[in-house]
Structures are given as structure tokens and as C-alpha cells.
């Protein structure tokens, strides 16, 4: 079964930095990408970024971009999004989601959809 685990929210003042990772167990890693998105409350759903685990190809949604960074370690199958310069409008809680390369080829970025996801982890910016 796929199960994604998500960690390393917390609450942080704007302008500061919180590293995300993402356990991820059930599937073969290199065949799937792994993305991040968010919800907050009363807002819809925003993916936020992607990797391609099997080619390395990143994707970030323009309010993140110079922000945020998603990397991954196939070996360890963790995911990891890296985020600085935090401004409260990212306040969300986070979820990693999987999603196979093969999918990835026939969607549009920001409009990937996900089969699977973990649960959250509550990322809170204080301004």
C-alpha cells in the first residue's frame, strides 16, 4: 500500500524557514513524482511544487518560485521541501502526494491530480 508521511511544520515568524520532508513507502520511487500541496482554511486546494523522481524535473507554482525548494532522495524515498523567506499567506496545512511520471507527461502543471496523499503537517507564519 502507499503511505506518504508528511513532517517538520510548526510555527514561524515571516521571513523564516521550514524544511518539510515526506516518508514515502509502497511504490517504486523512480516511477512517480512527488508533489506538495496546500490547503487553507475557506481557500481551495494549491499544489505548490513537484519533483520527477525519475529525471530530477522540478515544478513550483510562480508564488513560491525563488522560495521554496523540492528535492528528493530516491535511495532514502524521501521528498523534502525546503522553504525561506516565508510570508503568512503560506500558512496551510501540507500534504505530499504521489503521482505516476506517466501522468505527469499527460497533465499541466499546476493541474496535476493525486490518487494518493498523507496527511498534513500545519505550517503556521506569524507576520
Known amino acids: 500500500d502507499v503511505q506518504l508521511q508528511a513532517s517538520g511544520g510548526g510555527l514561524v515568524q515571516a521571513g523564516g524557514s521550514l524544511r518539510l520532508s515526506c516518508a514515502a513507502s509502497g511504490f517504486t520511487f523512480e516511477d512517480y513524482g512527488i508533489a506538495w500541496f496546500r490547503q487553507a482554511p475557506g481557500k481551495e486546494r494549491e499544489n505548490v511544487a513537484c519533483i520527477n523522481n525519475s529525471d530530477g524535473t522540478t515544478y513550483y507554482v510562480d508564488s513560491v518560485k525563488g522560495r521554496f525548494t523540492i528535492s528528493s532522495d530516491n535511495a532514502k524515498k524521501m521528498a523534502y521541501l525546503q522553504m525561506n523567506k516565508l510570508k503568512p499567506a503560506d500558512t496551510a496545512v501540507y500534504y505530499c502526494?504521489?503521482?505516476?511520471?506517466?501522468?505527469?507527461?499527460?497533465?499541466?502543471?499546476?493541474?496535476?491530480?493525486?490518487?494518493?496523499w498523507g496527511q498534513g503537517t500545519q505550517v503556521t507564519v506569524s507576520s
Open positions: 502526494a504521489v503521482i505516476p511520471v506517466e501522468y505527469m507527461l499527460t497533465m499541466v502543471w499546476p493541474e496535476f491530480e493525486y490518487d494518493y
